[in-house]
């Protein structure tokens, strides 16, 4: 039981830093998981999909309060980098957020999608469906007969 809490809790972390503007990897965690077969496949599913969109909604708030630092001198972000956002962003707009799974880029768009004030339930319906896919397509890979 503890054991099982402490997977589960594991898995949340790595997919929450995973799923922030952390450097982090939650794939492997949850491959390990799913292939000890210790826990059922779509509790791990869950766990791993919540951390992860839990993680972007955290870039969305931080992007969200960053515009009104951008004309500091530390911001990260040039005028032109920020211009750059916006263009791109008006090009694709909220649709990027399906790309949100990529590694590193991705966590770019759903911060860009909080300084832009993407609507709030758009954008967590987007990065559910692609956070979610991207641990489903895995989840198949592993055990392409039924997830565990």
């Given at each position: 039981m503890i054991a099982d809490a402490a997977s589960f809790a594991g898995l949340f972390a790595s997919a929450f830093l995973a799923g922030s503007i952390l450097p982090a990897q939650s794939e492997a965690v949850l491959a390990a998981l799913l292939i000890a077969g210790r826990q059922p496949a779509w509790a791990l599913l869950l766990v791993a999909s919540l951390g992860n969109v839990?993680?972007?909604?955290?870039?969305?708030?931080?992007?969200r309060s960053a515009g009104r630092f951008r004309h500091r001198r530390w911001f990260p972000l040039s005028a032109r980098g920020w211009m750059r956002a916006h263009d791109y962003?008006?090009?694709?707009?909220?649709?990027?957020?399906?790309?949100?799974?990529?590694?590193v880029i991705g966590d770019g768009f759903t911060l860009v999608a909080g300084t832009l004030r993407t609507p709030f339930w758009q954008f967590l319906a987007?990065?559910?469906?692609a956070k979610t896919g991207r641990y489903l397509a895995l989840a198949a890979l592993i055990d392409p007969?039924?997830?565990g």
């Open positions: 839990a993680g972007a909604l955290l870039n969305y708030g931080l992007g962003w008006g090009r694709w707009g909220k649709w990027s957020l399906l790309l949100s799974w990529l590694p987007l990065v559910s469906l007969l039924g997830f």
